[in-house]
């Protein structure tokens, strides 16, 4: 399953507020690392339920502050259950996509 577009503050608190823990890669497309990382994200998801989502901080910009993400900050995978971040991992280390993975299976 792709990763899904995150395209309102609505779906951002539906999406973060479930029981099952979900990633969220917050992106720019001004970012050169955050296309790789999110090449790579789309691969290595294929196989898992809908617990991953992005967010264009360009384009839902309200969502990216409410998050606490900023220009700098992208990549980051924030991982989050019950309306609460429970971590994330910023950079463009492809190992980043691992530990998300690894973070949100192993609930």
């Not at 990763?3 to 497309?29: L, M, R």
């Not at 990549?75 to 971040?85: M, S």
């Amino acid at each position: 399953m792709p990763v899904t577009a995150i395209t309102s503050a609505s779906q951002y608190k539906e999406v973060t507020g479930g029981v099952t823990p979900v990633a969220i890669f917050f992106s720019s497309d001004r970012v050169a690392s955050c296309k790789s990382i999110a090449q790579l994200l789309e691969e290595k998801t294929k196989g898992f339920p809908s617990q991953f989502y992005k967010v264009d901080i360009d384009a839902q910009d309200k969502i990216a502050k409410d998050a606490g993400i900023g220009f700098r900050d992208v990549p980051t995978i924030a991982i989050y259950r019950y309306n609460q971040k429970l971590g994330d991992c910023t950079g463009s280390d492809p190992q980043i996509v691992d530990r998300a993975i690894g973070s949100v299976t192993s609930f």
